[in-house]
Nanobody
Framework: QVQLVESGGGLVQAGGSLSLSCVASGSILSIKSMNWYQQAPGKQRELVAGIKLDGSTTYSHSAEGRFTISRDNAKNTVYLQMNSLKPEDTGVYYC??????????????WGQGTQVTVSS
């Protein structure tokens, strides 16, 4: 089995910064992509940023220029550095990953989420 565990959320004032981490563990051969999603109160989960095994990245329009996604393949970990935070960045941030397991099958799943609250 594969597990994703997020950490690093919290309460911050507008204009501040937070850094999120997500560690994948289990029977992992490789992780094709790792992504961060935001679920704002009363809204659907939306992609914030993603990073592939080759390091290529994608960002939402809102995150572009303020957030930076990175990964450490040796540690099966993805990071999200969030700067210049705005109240609309408030929500639960979920990590998800597209994993090739040691037995060769594919696993796609989510972490439990970490709360980010930005006060105005």
């Amino acid at each position: 089995q594969v597990q994703l565990v997020e950490s690093g959320g919290g309460l911050v004032q507008a204009g501040g910064s937070l850094s999120l981490s997500c560690v994948a563990s289990g029977s992992i051969l490789s992780i094709k992509s790792m992504n961060w999603y935001q679920q704002a109160p009363g809204k659907q989960r939306e992609l914030v940023a993603g990073i592939k095994l080759d390091g290529s990245t994608t960002y939402s329009h809102s995150a572009e220029g303020r957030f930076t996604i990175s990964r450490d393949n040796a540690k099966n970990t993805v990071y999200l550095q969030m700067n210049s935070l705005k109240p609309e960045d408030t929500g639960v941030y979920y990590c998800n990953a597209d994993v090739v397991k040691l037995v060769g099958t594919v696993w796609y799943g989510w972490g439990q989420g970490t709360q980010v609250t930005v006060s105005s």
